[in-house]
Nanobody, 124 residues
């Protein structure tokens, strides 16, 4: 089992950058595929990005591709999301998620462990 804690959210102006970090407990972090999802008020949770066990496989939603970068450090048990060129539409609570059932996945149902979320607000 793994526990996830997100950090790095905040308020930023449009065009700015933020870096989210997710710290995982446990000794088997490298066996977890990781992902970021987000949920805006009144909307369903949506996929943002994923990264495979070793970090060699990554993927992004079309809405963030080219602006966001996901990375992981298995020695530090962390997964980060670098967010550049932020837009007001990126405003949401961002969640880190983990699974051992899949090498990688874009579906929220594939993930068994979730953090508490961190708020990102982008002002226009």
């Amino acid at each position: 089992q793994v526990q996830l804690v997100e950090s790095g959210g905040g308020l930023v102006q449009a065009g700015g950058s933020l870096r989210l970090s997710c710290a995982a407990s446990g000794r088997t972090f490298s066996s977890y595929a990781m992902a970021w999802f987000r949920q805006a008020p009144g909307k369903e949770r949506e996929y943002v990005a994923h990264i495979g066990w070793s970090g060699g496989v990554t993927g992004y939603s079309e809405s963030v591709k080219g602006r966001f970068t996901i990375s992981r450090d298995n020695a530090k048990n962390t997964v980060d999301l670098q967010m550049n060129s932020l837009k007001p539409a990126d405003t949401a609570v961002y969640y880190c998620a983990a699974t051992t059932r899949y090498q990688y996945s874009r579906s929220s149902t594939s993930y068994d462990y979730w953090g508490q979320g961190t708020q990102v607000t982008v002002s226009s």
